[in-house]
């Protein structure tokens, strides 16, 4: 995505959580939001890559925020490189048809939320991914406890560091 509309993505975002109904954020939350955090757009993190199918695709269990159980397909594992390190990524998918990619960065608890953050690679063609980091997002449970988000499973903890996309929340209209 282009930084404009990257931008204008971004702003729209904010606006979801400052006045909508169906924004993750308490009225009282909504009344102090200033904004979501981001790294600065960045080109080096939007990769197209092909999905390396694993041979046996399985379902299996993931564990989310509130103690519940959730089954994803896992699909297979993409491969890249950021900043001279390889690094590696399992894709799920949510029957029918939604990707979904948690992962952890070596700035989680630091910059970035230490539970992880979302992706939701784009299919260009079969087995070809667009994944634009820049468009990590943190899941509904950094704001709120009332959300049960998946945990980032232990394949999915990278060894790099991804400066793009949502930071941690902070700023008074967090809920402690």
């Not at 048809?97 to 960065?105: A, E, M, Q």
């Not at 260009?124 to 950094?142: G, I, K, T």
């Given at each position: 995505?282009?930084?404009?509309?990257?931008?204008e993505?971004?702003a729209?975002?904010?606006?979801?959580?400052?006045?909508?109904?169906?924004?993750?954020?308490?009225?009282?939350?909504?009344?102090?939001?200033?904004?979501?955090?981001?790294?600065?757009?960045?080109?080096?993190?939007?990769?197209?890559?092909?999905?390396?199918?694993f041979e046996?695709?399985e379902?299996?269990?993931?564990?989310?925020t509130?103690?519940?159980?959730?089954?994803?397909?896992?699909?297979g594992?993409?491969r890249?490189?950021?900043?001279?390190?390889?690094?590696?990524?399992?894709?799920?998918?949510?029957?029918p048809?939604?990707?979904?990619?948690?992962?952890?960065?070596t700035?989680?608890?630091?910059?970035?939320?230490?539970?992880?953050?979302?992706?939701?690679?784009e299919e260009?063609?079969?087995?070809?991914?667009?994944?634009?980091?820049?468009?990590?997002?943190?899941?509904?449970?950094?704001?709120?406890?009332?959300?049960?988000?998946?945990?980032?499973?232990?394949e999915?903890?990278?060894?790099?560091?991804?400066?793009?996309g949502e930071?941690i929340?902070?700023g008074?209209?967090?809920m402690?």
């Open positions: 995505m282009d930084e404009k509309a990257l931008l993505f971004r729209k975002k904010d606006d979801v959580f400052r006045l909508q109904p169906q924004s993750p954020l308490s009225v009282r939350q909504q009344e102090k939001f200033t904004g979501l955090t981001y790294f600065q757009p960045a080109a080096e993190f939007e990769f197209e890559l092909d999905l390396h199918i046996k695709q379902n299996l269990q993931i564990q989310t509130t103690g519940e159980m959730r089954w994803y397909l896992r699909l594992e993409f890249f490189s950021v900043d001279g390190k390889e690094a590696r990524l399992t894709l799920y998918q949510i029957p048809g939604h990707y979904f990619l948690p992962f952890v960065d700035l989680a608890n630091t910059e970035t939320y230490p539970a992880g953050r979302y992706l939701e690679p260009l063609s079969e087995n070809r991914f667009l994944l634009d980091f820049n468009m990590a997002y943190n899941p509904y449970c950094a704001y709120s406890p009332h959300y049960s988000c998946p945990i980032t499973p232990a999915n903890r990278l060894s790099v560091a991804i400066r793009a930071k929340p902070g008074d209209w967090i402690k």
